[in-house]
């Protein structure tokens, strides 16, 4: 046995034992309105928490491989996204982000606190009314003496009400007519700091959202997160890559977690079509360690889309679309019964692979247009 393979099962061990201790039994999960205290402990007494953050700071060292095979397993046998998106975030927020951008004075004074579960951090783009486009966010910081002081009000926070550490983007210049953007770390406790309600959505419970808003907020300066004035092509250009590409296992655990949820199929017929199921989770899963591997295969994480992942991830999605309406078709065809678990996952599946839909058309126009452009003779 490799030595992959025993952290492969080193980290299946963690996650079931979490499964059982924390999750097995409760179906109350898409009525939270918030993230139960109990599971969030459970995940850092578990070891899950630290998977992706050196030893040296209370981790596990693990890579992306590692954060993926427990985003799989998790969904797989837990089978509620809300809690695999919350873990996700928190994981790679803390890996892709501060453990990658931070000074060592950052990493002391905050991956340990993110590797046991003492807090967590969000990263904070989106602003009311315009999301994440760079040509329309307003929030700004500017320097006074040795501070940043931060106005302005971000929206859609992934696990914000859970954080103690808000990543926020900001502009702090203007170049050649282009906004320049820093990332800067701003503590819940900094002073003109408020947390607003957010949006709210009705799916992906119980992973929790808010708004912040920012009079005011002093901050030090020392709280720069990497280069001053580059925040989109270090930070949020790799997060959406390596974001989506993560994300496909904890689709295919998913995915996974209903054809596990169904039993044993009632006819010949629908055995048949259960095997048919059966042989696209899998085809998917095979697409699925093919983007986590190349994650890990860069050697440069600052690229914006390493191995062509944009275009691979997009064919994993329709390939996921597929699947999720065929699990759809077999359960009016054949007559199938599921519980109110599997009908919450099922649609959760669907309304997390549709989201940011008109972007992914206007990326499939641009891709279908290049296809057809003319190519030079060699």
Same mark, same amino acid.
């Given at each position: 046995m490799g030595d992959d393979d025993e952290?492969?099962? @080193?980290?299946?061990?963690?996650?079931?034992?979490?499964?059982?201790?924390?999750?097995?039994?409760r179906e109350d999960w898409s009525a939270l309105s918030e993230f139960p205290t109990d599971v969030w402990q459970g995940l850092g007494e578990h070891? $899950? $928490?630290? #998977?992706s953050l050196p030893e040296a700071f209370g981790g596990s060292s693990g890579n992306y491989r590692t954060l993926a095979a427990a985003a799989r397993r998790l969904n797989e046998r837990g089978g509620v996204m809300g809690v695999t998106l919350t873990w996700l975030c928190h994981c790679m927020n803390a890996r892709l982000h501060l453990l990658r951008r931070g000074t060592s004075e950052q990493h002391a004074q905050w991956l340990p606190k993110l590797a046991s579960g @003492?807090?967590? #951090?969000t990263i904070a783009i989106s602003e009311p009314g315009v999301g994440a486009h760079p040509k329309h966010l307003k929030t700004t910081a500017r320097l006074d003496g040795g501070d940043y002081v931060l106005n302005g009000e971000k929206s859609y926070l992934t696990n914000g009400p859970l954080a103690g550490l808000f990543i926020v983007l900001a502009i702090t210049g203007e170049q050649d007519g282009r906004k320049q953007f820093s990332a800067i770390l701003v503590e819940r406790d900094a002073p003109g700091f408020t947390q607003t309600p957010g949006i709210e959505i009705d799916f992906l419970k119980p992973s929790p959202h808010c708004g912040? @808003? %920012?009079?005011d907020c002093r901050v030090p300066a020392a709280n720069l997160l990497g280069q001053a004035g580059n925040a989109m092509e270090e930070i949020s250009i790799p997060m959406r890559v390596i974001e989506d590409a993560l994300g496909t296992s904890a689709k295919a655990g998913a995915l996974a977690a209903q054809l596990r949820m169904l039993g044993q199929p009632?006819?010949?017929?629908?055995?048949?079509?259960?095997? &048919?199921l059966l042989a696209q989770a899998d085809a998917l899963g095979v697409v699925e360690d093919g983007l986590v591997a190349a994650l890990d295969d860069n050697? &440069? @994480?600052?690229?914006?889309?390493? =191995?062509? #992942?944009? $275009?691979?991830?997009a064919g994993f999605r329709e390939l996921a679309k597929h %699947? &999720?309406?065929?699990?759809?078709?077999?359960?009016?065809?054949?007559? /199938? =019964? /599921?519980?109110?678990?599997?009908r919450t996952l099922h649609r959760d599946v669907d309304k997390s692979l549709g989201i940011a839909a008109s972007v992914h058309r206007i990326q499939a126009a641009k891709r279908a247009a290049k296809f057809f452009q003319p190519r030079e003779r060699p």
């Open positions: 952290k492969c099962r @080193e980290i299946h061990r963690r996650v079931d034992g979490f499964v059982e201790t924390c999750m097995a039994g070891g $899950l $928490l630290g #998977l @003492e807090t967590t #951090l912040i @808003e %920012l009079r009632p006819t010949d017929d629908a055995m048949a079509d259960f095997g &048919n050697a &440069n @994480e600052d690229e914006g889309d390493p =191995s062509g #992942l944009t $275009l691979r991830t %699947l &999720n309406a065929g699990i759809a078709a077999y359960l009016k065809t054949h007559d /199938v =019964s /599921v519980s109110d678990k599997f």
